[in-house]
């Protein structure tokens, strides 16, 4: 059995997606290595897998003055140069500490989230085959974030990261040319946690592209609710993890539900003390975070930012979304949303009760979300990307002719 070697950024959008495919390699035998940060540990090692340490220096990074990235339509031109040095950055910090510990444990195969550039920088001094993993939107040549919702991509700050990167690979004496590292040719596939049917020009990708869907798995138990009287209507309000700290959002939501006939479970991130929010009327609760998956097994809609591994999840349940987006990536799931009829966006928050209200009595909704479903089931989940993974480890260990 093989070695395989996963590494994330700290996002829980990049961790989660993954943790079911570590646990089915490791039921299948494979010995599996995960760099992660601190955060992630538990989650980790309940997947089976032996952590290694990863520092996030991208959370600080970004952490200055992450306000920007939100409440915006599109990326803005010097956005990409910004990220690009924060994921350099990131890439110099961990080489030392990932390059010690598998030296002498070297991986089989590396899977990694694209942002991730210290995995595939080591995968190339290793000479080891690579499987990325994307949780958001596959872009192509017809299709991309970064050109869909991006804006003008020739900042010069681009030229600084990219001579520094040029610098990082001649220094590690990696035979990798800037411009493969870029258009991040040269893996062995890429899996995709979405159904095809979800993609934008999902069928302009190439055989190597991978649409497995949602791979839910193992994350034990991470907050707490109360489940609402049986036979009451339940609406799950979330703002993901990132960008949550928006107190007048969640209060004006109290403010929909209260006097309805809705219950409301608000998960408000950890950005924000439920406190902040004041008195909550009977039908309304809020916590710094609930477990996702078990409240929306029993939701009618989601309140979302529309982060992809919420509306995965969602219509994964069968549960239907408002798309509350907040920044251009969650911005592009959310017009799917709308194009596809799997739920709605708000525009305007005081509309909230109307909002949900008009979903969930849409009977073409629920037929829509019924049919995404049975795409994302037969997509194939975690057993999927594990066959992509092993189908990669094959054909790596095929004599080139």
Not at 167 to 186: M, N, P, S
Not at 283 to 289: G, I
Not at 332 to 337: E, L, Q, V, Y
Not at 365 to 386: F, L, P
């Amino acid at each position: 059995m093989a070695h395989v070697a996963f590494f994330a950024i700290a996002d829980a959008g990049h961790v989660h997606p993954t943790l079911a495919v570590v646990e089915e390699l490791v039921r299948r035998g494979h010995r599996v290595s995960y760099a992660a940060a601190d955060e992630f540990a538990d989650r980790v090692a309940l997947a089976g897998a032996r952590r290694v340490g990863y520092t996030a220096t991208m959370k600080s990074f970004f952490g200055r003055d992450k306000a920007s990235f939100a409440d915006r339509d599109r990326f803005a031109g010097t956005d990409l140069a910004r990220i690009q040095h924060g994921r350099l950055a990131e890439a110099v910090a961990n080489l030392p500490t990932l390059a010690a510990e598998f030296d002498r444990d070297r991986p089989d195969l590396v899977v990694h989230s694209s942002p991730c550039w210290a995995a595939r920088l080591l995968a190339a001094r290793w000479a080891v085959p690579t499987v990325r993993s994307v949780p958001t939107f596959a872009g192509n040549e017809h299709w991309s974030l970064g050109r869909n919702y991006g804006g003008d991509g020739s900042s010069a700050g681009l030229a600084a990261v990219h001579a520094g990167l040029g610098r990082l690979i001649e220094r590690l004496g990696v035979d990798l040319g800037a411009d493969e590292f870029f258009t991040e040719r040269g893996g062995r596939a890429t899996l995709v946690y979405l159904p095809r049917a979800f993609q934008p020009a999902g069928d302009t990708f190439d055989p190597r592209t991978h649409f497995v869907g949602p791979c839910l798995g193992p994350r034990g138990r991470h907050g707490r609710w109360q489940p609402p009287p049986a036979g009451s209507r339940l609406a799950l309000v979330s703002l993901g993890t990132a960008y949550n700290n928006r107190p007048e959002f969640f209060r004006r939501c109290v403010d929909s539900f209260a006097d309805t006939d809705w219950h409301a479970v608000i998960a408000l991130g950890g950005g924000l003390d439920p406190a902040a929010l004041g008195p909550l009327p009977g039908n309304v609760q809020a916590h710094p975070f609930v477990p996702q998956l078990d409240v929306l097994k029993r939701a009618d809609v989601f309140v979302s930012s529309a982060g992809m591994g919420s509306v995965m999840e969602s219509l994964h349940a069968g549960v239907p979304v408002v798309a509350a987006p907040q920044m251009p990536e969650q911005r592009a799931n959310a017009d799917r949303i709308v194009e596809l009829g799997l739920g709605a966006r708000l525009d305007d928050v005081d509309a909230l009760a109307r909002t949900v209200d008009a979903v969930t009595s849409d009977a073409g909704v629920r037929a829509r979300v019924a049919d995404m479903r049975r795409q994302i089931d037969a997509a194939g989940g975690a057993s999927a990307a594990a066959d992509v993974v092993e189908l990669a480890l094959e054909e790596a260990r095929q004599p080139c002719t």
